[in-house]
Protein backbone atom coordinates (compact mmCIF):
# COMPACT_ATOMS: atom_id res chain seq x y z
CA UNK A 1 0.00 0.00 0.00
CA UNK A 2 1.02 3.54 -1.09
CA UNK A 3 1.98 6.22 1.63
CA UNK A 4 -0.06 8.74 1.56
CA UNK A 5 2.13 12.01 1.70
CA UNK A 6 0.76 15.46 2.70
CA UNK A 7 3.25 18.03 3.08
CA UNK A 8 0.51 20.69 3.74
CA UNK A 9 0.59 19.57 7.69
CA UNK A 10 3.71 21.57 8.15
CA UNK A 11 1.90 24.51 7.33
CA UNK A 12 0.01 23.69 10.33
CA UNK A 13 3.39 23.71 12.84
CA UNK A 14 4.32 27.11 11.42
CA UNK A 15 3.02 29.21 14.16
CA UNK A 16 4.66 26.87 16.97
CA UNK A 17 7.90 27.16 15.42
CA UNK A 18 7.37 31.17 14.99
CA UNK A 19 6.32 31.10 19.23
CA UNK A 20 8.90 28.75 20.12
CA UNK A 21 11.55 31.04 18.06
CA UNK A 22 10.70 33.76 19.63
CA UNK A 23 10.08 32.93 23.49
CA UNK A 24 12.92 29.81 23.42
CA UNK A 25 15.44 30.01 20.56
CA UNK A 26 15.70 33.81 20.02
CA UNK A 27 16.80 34.35 23.69
CA UNK A 28 18.86 31.30 24.47
CA UNK A 29 20.70 33.05 21.27
CA UNK A 30 21.27 36.10 22.61
CA UNK A 31 22.32 34.07 26.21
CA UNK A 32 24.92 32.62 24.27
CA UNK A 33 26.24 36.05 22.63
CA UNK A 34 26.51 37.52 26.09
CA UNK A 35 28.45 34.62 27.52
CA UNK A 36 31.73 35.53 25.31
CA UNK A 37 31.71 39.43 26.22
CA UNK A 38 31.43 41.80 29.01
CA UNK A 39 29.07 44.86 29.02
CA UNK A 40 28.60 47.80 31.07
CA UNK A 41 24.81 48.73 30.43
CA UNK A 42 24.01 51.12 27.92
CA UNK A 43 23.94 48.01 25.30
CA UNK A 44 27.28 48.16 24.84
CA UNK A 45 29.27 45.35 24.65
CA UNK A 46 33.04 44.17 24.73
CA UNK A 47 34.54 41.05 23.34
CA UNK A 48 35.40 38.98 26.51
CA UNK A 49 36.07 35.65 24.66
CA UNK A 50 35.80 32.27 27.01
CA UNK A 51 36.99 33.68 30.39
CA UNK A 52 33.51 33.84 31.77
CA UNK A 53 32.97 29.84 30.99
CA UNK A 54 36.66 29.19 32.86
CA UNK A 55 35.38 31.42 36.11
CA UNK A 56 32.34 29.95 36.10
CA UNK A 57 33.87 25.84 35.45
CA UNK A 58 36.63 27.04 38.44
CA UNK A 59 33.90 28.62 40.75
CA UNK A 60 33.69 26.96 44.46
CA UNK A 61 30.78 28.63 44.33
CA UNK A 62 29.52 27.00 40.98
CA UNK A 63 30.58 23.54 42.43
CA UNK A 64 28.98 23.34 45.72
CA UNK A 65 25.61 25.00 44.13
CA UNK A 66 25.65 22.66 41.20
CA UNK A 67 25.82 19.93 44.85
CA UNK A 68 23.38 21.22 46.75
CA UNK A 69 21.24 21.15 43.14
CA UNK A 70 22.18 17.49 42.63
CA UNK A 71 21.57 16.20 46.18
CA UNK A 72 18.18 18.13 45.97
CA UNK A 73 16.95 16.96 42.78
CA UNK A 74 17.76 13.37 43.31
CA UNK A 75 16.27 13.60 46.73
CA UNK A 76 13.14 14.78 45.54
CA UNK A 77 13.39 12.24 42.99
CA UNK A 78 13.82 9.00 45.00
CA UNK A 79 10.87 10.27 47.51
CA UNK A 80 8.20 11.43 45.05
CA UNK A 81 8.64 8.34 42.35
CA UNK A 82 7.86 5.61 44.38
CA UNK A 83 5.25 7.69 46.90
CA UNK A 84 3.59 8.49 44.17
CA UNK A 85 3.60 5.16 42.56
CA UNK A 86 2.41 3.85 46.27
CA UNK A 87 -0.39 6.42 46.16
CA UNK A 88 -1.65 6.02 43.22
CA UNK A 89 -1.92 1.85 43.73
CA UNK A 90 -3.75 2.34 46.92
CA UNK A 91 -6.55 4.74 45.05
CA UNK A 92 -9.85 3.50 44.35
CA UNK A 93 -10.73 2.20 40.55
CA UNK A 94 -14.17 2.67 40.77
CA UNK A 95 -16.92 4.60 42.64
CA UNK A 96 -17.26 8.16 43.88
CA UNK A 97 -14.05 8.39 45.95
CA UNK A 98 -12.57 8.46 42.40
CA UNK A 99 -13.45 12.18 41.84
CA UNK A 100 -13.00 12.91 45.96
CA UNK A 101 -9.24 11.74 45.82
CA UNK A 102 -8.68 13.49 42.18
CA UNK A 103 -9.73 16.33 43.17
CA UNK A 104 -7.84 16.40 46.45
CA UNK A 105 -4.52 15.21 44.88
CA UNK A 106 -4.89 18.41 42.08
CA UNK A 107 -5.35 21.24 44.89
CA UNK A 108 -1.33 21.52 45.50
CA UNK A 109 -0.85 21.30 41.95
CA UNK A 110 -3.08 24.31 41.56
CA UNK A 111 -1.89 26.68 44.24
CA UNK A 112 1.03 29.34 42.78
CA UNK A 113 4.71 28.61 43.88
CA UNK A 114 5.09 31.42 45.45
CA UNK A 115 2.22 31.15 47.57
CA UNK A 116 3.44 27.47 48.49
CA UNK A 117 6.88 28.99 49.68
CA UNK A 118 4.95 31.72 51.36
CA UNK A 119 2.23 29.09 53.05
CA UNK A 120 5.59 26.97 54.23
CA UNK A 121 7.29 29.43 55.42
CA UNK A 122 4.75 30.14 57.57
CA UNK A 123 3.95 26.87 58.24
CA UNK A 124 6.88 26.09 59.44
CA UNK A 125 7.82 29.16 61.80
CA UNK A 126 9.33 27.83 65.30
CA UNK A 127 7.19 30.27 67.30
CA UNK A 128 3.81 30.52 65.34
CA UNK A 129 3.87 27.68 62.28
CA UNK A 130 1.71 24.87 63.13
CA UNK A 131 4.64 22.53 61.99
CA UNK A 132 7.55 24.29 63.70
CA UNK A 133 5.50 25.10 66.86
CA UNK A 134 4.36 21.61 67.27
CA UNK A 135 7.66 19.73 66.49
CA UNK A 136 9.17 22.09 69.21
CA UNK A 137 6.68 21.44 71.86
CA UNK A 138 7.38 17.93 71.43
CA UNK A 139 10.38 18.23 72.16
CA UNK A 140 12.59 18.86 68.64
CA UNK A 141 15.08 21.83 68.17
CA UNK A 142 13.24 22.86 65.32
CA UNK A 143 14.37 26.18 63.62
CA UNK A 144 14.45 25.87 59.72
CA UNK A 145 15.93 29.83 59.47
CA UNK A 146 18.90 28.83 61.47
CA UNK A 147 20.00 25.32 61.52
CA UNK A 148 20.50 23.80 57.69
CA UNK A 149 19.38 20.24 58.34
CA UNK A 150 16.04 22.21 59.54
CA UNK A 151 16.04 24.58 55.83
CA UNK A 152 16.63 21.38 54.25
CA UNK A 153 14.07 19.22 55.56
CA UNK A 154 11.39 21.95 55.61
CA UNK A 155 12.35 22.41 51.88
CA UNK A 156 12.57 18.67 50.82
CA UNK A 157 9.01 18.30 52.58
CA UNK A 158 7.38 21.30 50.59
CA UNK A 159 8.55 19.58 47.30
CA UNK A 160 7.28 16.49 47.88
CA UNK A 161 4.16 17.93 49.23
CA UNK A 162 3.80 20.09 46.09
CA UNK A 163 4.69 17.68 43.42
CA UNK A 164 3.74 14.22 44.95
CA UNK A 165 0.35 14.72 43.32
CA UNK A 166 1.82 15.20 40.12
CA UNK A 167 3.18 11.66 39.77
CA UNK A 168 0.09 10.00 41.60
CA UNK A 169 -2.01 11.40 38.60
CA UNK A 170 0.21 10.44 36.32
CA UNK A 171 0.66 7.04 37.98
CA UNK A 172 -3.24 6.62 38.12
CA UNK A 173 -3.46 7.52 34.76
CA UNK A 174 -1.58 4.52 33.28
CA UNK A 175 -2.58 2.04 35.97
CA UNK A 176 -6.33 2.57 34.77
CA UNK A 177 -5.42 2.15 31.25
CA UNK A 178 -4.58 -1.58 32.11
CA UNK A 179 -6.89 -3.98 30.71
CA UNK A 180 -9.08 -5.73 33.25
CA UNK A 181 -8.27 -8.65 31.55
CA UNK A 182 -4.65 -8.57 32.44
CA UNK A 183 -5.35 -8.91 35.63
CA UNK A 184 -8.00 -11.87 35.47
CA UNK A 185 -5.33 -13.61 33.99
CA UNK A 186 -2.70 -12.74 36.74
CA UNK A 187 -5.81 -14.55 39.13
CA UNK A 188 -6.11 -17.54 37.22
CA UNK A 189 -2.07 -17.91 37.29
CA UNK A 190 -2.27 -17.09 41.20
CA UNK A 191 0.07 -14.30 41.05
CA UNK A 192 0.98 -12.70 43.90
CA UNK A 193 0.25 -8.66 45.03
CA UNK A 194 3.62 -8.18 44.81
CA UNK A 195 3.97 -9.89 41.15
CA UNK A 196 0.93 -8.12 39.37
CA UNK A 197 3.06 -5.09 40.57
CA UNK A 198 6.48 -5.97 38.91
CA UNK A 199 5.07 -7.89 36.19
CA UNK A 200 2.03 -6.48 34.86
CA UNK A 201 1.28 -2.74 36.37
CA UNK A 202 4.73 -1.45 36.61
CA UNK A 203 5.71 -1.85 33.21
CA UNK A 204 2.02 -1.08 32.22
CA UNK A 205 3.09 2.43 33.38
CA UNK A 206 6.84 2.75 32.25
CA UNK A 207 5.95 5.66 30.20
CA UNK A 208 3.90 7.36 32.00
CA UNK A 209 6.59 7.24 34.95
CA UNK A 210 9.24 8.55 32.34
CA UNK A 211 7.21 11.66 31.60
CA UNK A 212 7.10 12.00 35.56
CA UNK A 213 10.57 11.22 35.78
CA UNK A 214 11.60 13.95 33.53
CA UNK A 215 8.83 16.52 34.45
CA UNK A 216 10.22 15.88 38.59
CA UNK A 217 13.48 16.31 36.98
CA UNK A 218 13.72 19.14 34.82
CA UNK A 219 11.19 20.85 37.09
CA UNK A 220 13.04 20.28 40.33
CA UNK A 221 16.59 21.20 38.72
CA UNK A 222 14.90 24.69 38.00
CA UNK A 223 13.45 25.54 40.89
CA UNK A 224 13.57 28.92 42.08
CA UNK A 225 10.27 29.82 43.75
CA UNK A 226 9.46 28.12 46.16
CA UNK A 227 12.90 27.73 48.15
CA UNK A 228 13.51 31.26 47.44
CA UNK A 229 10.52 32.46 49.59
CA UNK A 230 10.90 29.90 51.88
CA UNK A 231 14.68 30.13 52.80
CA UNK A 232 16.08 32.90 50.83
CA UNK A 233 18.96 30.80 50.17
CA UNK A 234 20.13 30.34 54.15
CA UNK A 235 21.12 30.00 56.46
CA UNK A 236 24.36 31.35 54.90
CA UNK A 237 24.09 29.47 51.47
CA UNK A 238 22.88 26.30 52.74
CA UNK A 239 19.60 26.16 50.18
CA UNK A 240 21.18 28.57 47.45
CA UNK A 241 20.38 26.31 44.35
CA UNK A 242 21.73 26.78 41.06
CA UNK A 243 19.11 29.07 39.90
CA UNK A 244 18.94 31.26 43.11
CA UNK A 245 23.02 31.47 42.85
CA UNK A 246 21.87 32.59 38.81
CA UNK A 247 19.83 35.25 39.62
CA UNK A 248 22.01 36.37 42.45
CA UNK A 249 24.73 36.65 39.85
CA UNK A 250 22.84 38.03 36.80
CA UNK A 251 20.16 40.74 38.88
CA UNK A 252 22.12 41.25 42.09
CA UNK A 253 25.54 41.23 40.62
CA UNK A 254 24.50 42.30 36.91
CA UNK A 255 27.13 40.59 35.71
CA UNK A 256 25.14 39.20 32.57
CA UNK A 257 28.70 37.62 31.18
CA UNK A 258 29.71 35.01 33.82
CA UNK A 259 25.49 34.80 34.31
CA UNK A 260 25.46 33.98 30.59
CA UNK A 261 27.60 31.81 31.09
CA UNK A 262 26.54 29.72 33.41
CA UNK A 263 22.78 29.35 32.53
CA UNK A 264 24.44 27.69 29.61
CA UNK A 265 26.55 25.06 31.28
CA UNK A 266 23.43 24.59 33.61
CA UNK A 267 20.93 24.13 30.44
CA UNK A 268 23.98 21.73 29.25
CA UNK A 269 23.60 19.35 32.72
CA UNK A 270 19.64 19.51 32.27
CA UNK A 271 19.66 18.36 28.75
CA UNK A 272 22.59 15.69 29.29
CA UNK A 273 20.56 14.55 32.62
CA UNK A 274 17.22 13.96 30.94
CA UNK A 275 18.55 12.44 27.77
CA UNK A 276 20.66 10.05 29.93
CA UNK A 277 17.30 9.62 31.98
CA UNK A 278 15.36 9.07 28.73
CA UNK A 279 17.14 7.13 27.37
CA UNK A 280 17.87 4.17 30.27
CA UNK A 281 14.14 4.23 30.55
CA UNK A 282 12.98 4.02 27.44
CA UNK A 283 15.85 1.43 26.83
CA UNK A 284 14.77 -1.98 25.13
CA UNK A 285 11.35 -0.08 24.11
CA UNK A 286 9.52 -1.67 21.42
CA UNK B 1 14.99 48.19 16.56
CA UNK B 2 17.18 46.17 14.81
CA UNK B 3 18.84 43.40 16.57
CA UNK B 4 21.95 45.48 18.70
CA UNK B 5 20.15 44.04 22.20
CA UNK B 6 20.93 40.96 20.92
CA UNK B 7 24.62 41.60 21.01
CA UNK B 8 25.82 39.44 18.02
CA UNK B 9 29.26 38.75 17.57
CA UNK B 10 30.78 36.88 14.54
CA UNK B 11 31.97 33.98 16.25
CA UNK B 12 28.50 33.16 18.02
CA UNK B 13 26.70 34.18 14.36
CA UNK B 14 29.07 31.23 13.05
CA UNK B 15 28.32 28.68 15.82
CA UNK B 16 24.91 29.05 15.37
CA UNK B 17 25.11 29.20 11.12
CA UNK B 18 27.01 25.83 11.86
CA UNK B 19 24.30 24.13 13.85
CA UNK B 20 21.87 25.37 11.39
CA UNK B 21 23.87 23.93 8.31
CA UNK B 22 24.14 21.23 10.37
CA UNK B 23 21.01 20.38 11.15
CA UNK B 24 19.14 21.85 7.54
CA UNK B 25 22.10 18.91 5.99
CA UNK B 26 20.26 16.35 7.88
CA UNK B 27 17.29 17.48 6.32
CA UNK B 28 19.09 16.90 3.14
CA UNK B 29 20.05 13.48 4.02
CA UNK B 30 17.14 12.35 5.04
CA UNK B 31 14.90 13.29 1.83
CA UNK B 32 17.55 11.57 -0.41
CA UNK B 33 18.08 8.70 1.89
CA UNK B 34 14.67 8.75 3.70
CA UNK B 35 14.26 6.72 7.35
CA UNK B 36 16.66 8.04 9.54
CA UNK B 37 19.34 5.03 9.49
CA UNK B 38 17.75 3.66 12.84
CA UNK B 39 20.44 0.78 14.43
CA UNK B 40 21.59 -0.68 17.63
CA UNK B 41 25.15 0.25 18.25
CA UNK B 42 28.11 0.20 20.44
CA UNK B 43 26.24 1.91 23.54
CA UNK B 44 23.12 -0.58 22.60
CA UNK B 45 20.44 2.29 22.36
CA UNK B 46 18.51 3.00 19.33
CA UNK B 47 19.54 5.75 17.69
CA UNK B 48 18.70 7.65 14.22
CA UNK B 49 20.68 9.99 12.16
CA UNK B 50 19.42 13.01 14.50
CA UNK B 51 19.95 11.09 17.49
CA UNK B 52 24.00 10.55 16.58
CA UNK B 53 24.09 14.37 15.27
CA UNK B 54 22.25 15.21 18.94
CA UNK B 55 24.59 12.90 21.27
CA UNK B 56 27.83 14.69 18.90
CA UNK B 57 26.54 17.74 19.60
CA UNK B 58 25.93 17.52 23.19
CA UNK B 59 28.91 15.77 23.53
CA UNK B 60 31.22 18.16 21.75
CA UNK B 61 30.11 20.77 24.30
CA UNK B 62 30.93 18.59 27.50
CA UNK B 63 34.34 17.36 25.61
CA UNK B 64 34.93 21.46 25.29
CA UNK B 65 34.05 21.82 29.03
CA UNK B 66 35.82 19.07 30.48
CA UNK B 67 39.34 20.15 28.33
CA UNK B 68 38.66 23.79 30.15
CA UNK B 69 38.67 22.73 33.37
CA UNK B 70 41.27 20.25 33.09
CA UNK B 71 43.38 22.41 30.61
CA UNK B 72 42.06 26.02 30.28
CA UNK B 73 42.38 27.96 27.23
CA UNK B 74 43.02 27.52 24.08
CA UNK B 75 40.32 24.83 23.46
CA UNK B 76 41.73 23.40 19.96
CA UNK B 77 43.00 20.05 21.52
CA UNK B 78 39.20 20.03 22.60
CA UNK B 79 38.07 20.69 19.53
CA UNK B 80 40.08 18.11 18.42
CA UNK B 81 38.59 15.09 20.65
CA UNK B 82 35.72 16.64 19.83
CA UNK B 83 35.75 16.03 15.93
CA UNK B 84 37.08 12.51 17.06
CA UNK B 85 34.17 11.62 19.00
CA UNK B 86 31.61 13.49 16.73
CA UNK B 87 33.32 10.62 13.88
CA UNK B 88 33.43 7.78 16.40
CA UNK B 89 29.45 8.44 17.00
CA UNK B 90 28.40 8.81 13.91
CA UNK B 91 30.40 5.54 12.79
CA UNK B 92 29.84 3.00 15.95
CA UNK B 93 26.42 4.45 18.41
Not at chain 1, 47 to 68: N, T, Y
Not at chain 1, 106 to 113: E, H
Not at chain 1, 131 to 156: C, K, P, V
Amino acid sequence: MRKTVNQKAWFFILPVLVLVAFNAILPLMTVVNYSVQETFGNNEFFWAGLIWFEQVISSPRFHDSLIRQLIFTFSILAIEIPLGVIIALAMPRKGMWVSVCLVLMALPLLIPWNVVGAMWNIFALPDIGLMGYTLNAIGFDFNFTRQIEDAWFTLLLMDVWHWTSLVVLLAYAGLVSIPDAYYQAARIDGASSWAIFRYIQLPKMKRVLTIAVLLRFMDSFNIYTEPFVLTGGGPGNSTTLLSIDLVKIALGQFDLGPAAAMSLIYFLIILLLSWVFYTLMMRNEE
Amino acid sequence: MGLSWMAWTWPTAAFFIFVAVAISSMGVWEYFVPGGAPRRGIFRIDTTRGDRLFISLLGTAFVLIAWMALFGTPLWGGVGVAVVWALFVFWKV
